[in-house]
């Protein structure tokens, strides 16, 4: 064999254990990447599942009063507060960041207590919140909208406290399992006879109100007032959790 042969052959052998080597370094590297990938997936996806939501200023003052948020004792009941969107009867959006439905413990009580009654007799069928908790500042924001309005007669003087005022009155209704609201003859807050409950025969008679309509605030009332809640004539909607006075005597104003 020639000394060119001699020489060729060793370094072909050499050439071939580099590129074995250089193989099994990018394997290794390949390796690395991809447990790296996966390695910061994870991290990423733990660190998401931590990550808990910014509360409102607005949430964070009324939790700080000691009142409670519904969905978070009760997830089954639904929440959509009118005043936080434009359907509403003033057409504005008084809530600017609230969207949770906050009551003093002893409503909340009450009124998970008439979930479990609906739920017991119409398991199809839950509370949907229209308005809770109420503070002063929104009351009287409200208040200043319906000035020279057909409504002013209808909101109170933020000079006369409410039991929204204190936590301790809701606006709701019943829905069904996909959030559409039973019928009642009339949307929340509106402003009329047919609103009202006391004369509701008459209602059904003069052809304002069916029979359903009325055999829907029916179960609505009576779910609510088993559970403690009292109810108001003027507004099918509307349940106090106790009196006007037991509440200025004993619950901190919602500011």
Known sequence: MSTRCK???????????????SDSRDKKSDNHTTEDVLSEVKQDTISVEKTEPVKSRISLYLEGLGLKDVQLLDSSIFVEIKYSTTDNFTKVVLYDSLYQAYLHPMAVDKLLRAQRLLKD?????????????????????????????????????????????????????ICKENGDPLDMGTPFDFFGRAAGINKEDLLVSEGILTKEHVDNRKLLRRIMTDAGFIAIRGEWWHFNASSLEYAKNNIPLIE
């Open 121 to 173: 007799g119409h398991p199809d069928l839950s509370l949907l919140i229209y308005d809770a908790s109420r503070p002063m500042s929104v009351q009287k924001k409200m208040y200043a909208v319906v000035q020279n309005t057909p409504f002013h007669a209808y909101v109170a003087n933020p000079s006369r406290t409410g039991m929204h005022n204190y936590g301790m009155a809701v606006d709701l209704t």
């Open 7 to 21: 020489l060729i052959v060793p370094l072909a052998c050499i050439l071939l254990v580099f590129s074995a080597c």
